[in-house]
């Protein structure tokens, strides 16, 4: 598993993120990269070329503008979230699901939806819920995990952005910044939020 900035803090309650590279291995000869949920590649590491060296590569995402730039291009733009689609490689592959897996995926589900808030949810999507759940994925949990469970340093720097919120265009259009002045002062790290 690989993640150049890292794993945001809000996910680090999960145990699969402690193995979780910040680099790619420096030799990928032979191997087969799987990028989940990007669109293109140089969002995967900025030094692209270092992805050179694997033997193929899968693209697995749900973006309408993804560029198709893999050997394998799964793109669903009908799909709410990469983790349902990998889901259904999941369940189409007849493995068994266990709690860390079905755990892992409605993580998936919940933070690609915006915690099942976006326009792109529909019933495939709460139907491939109910079937985690029913795997064992305790729905309070996660999302109080993913949501809900903020350090204090996040929680200061989402007041001072928020006290930075101005109105325009009679209310239509609201904007707030975070500057790294605020995040230092806040003591959030630059990935965290």
């Known amino acids: 598993l690989f993640l150049e900035d890292g794993v945001p803090s809000n996910y680090r309650f999960i145990r699969a993120g402690r193995e979780v590279l910040s680099e ?3 030799d990928l000869s032979g191997t087969t990269l799987v990028v989940v ?3 293109e590649i140089s969002r995967v590491v900025t ?3 270092r992805l050179a060296g694997a033997r193929e590569v899968i693209n697995i995402d749900h973006h309408p ?3 198709m730039f893999a050997d394998v291009n799964l793109v669903d733009p009908s799909a709410s979230a990469a ?3 990998i ?3 999941v369940e189409t592959d007849g493995a068994e699901m266990d709690l860390e897996t079905a755990s892992l995926l409605y993580v998936g589900l919940l933070a690609d939806t915006g915690g099942f808030r976006h326009s792109n949810v529909d ?3 709460m139907a491939a819920a109910a079937r985690l759940v029913e795997a064992g994925a305790d729905p309070h949990a996660l999302a109080r995990n993913v949501f809900a469970e903020q350090p204090l340093s996040q929680v200061r720097l989402l007041g001072m952005m928020l006290s930075s919120l101005e109105l325009h265009f009679d209310g239509r259009l609201a904007l ?3 500057t790294e002045a605020m995040r230092s002062a806040a003591g959030v790290c630059s990935e965290s939020m």
Do not use: K
């Open 83 to 85: 983790a349902l689609l």
């Open 176 to 178: 707030a910044v975070i």
């Open 47 to 49: 030094e692209t070329d």
């Open 24 to 26: 790619p291995p420096r």
């Open 123 to 125: 019933a495939r999507t």
């Open 87 to 89: 889901q259904e490689i």
């Open 37 to 39: 949920d990007t669109t």
């Open 65 to 67: 503008d993804n560029r």
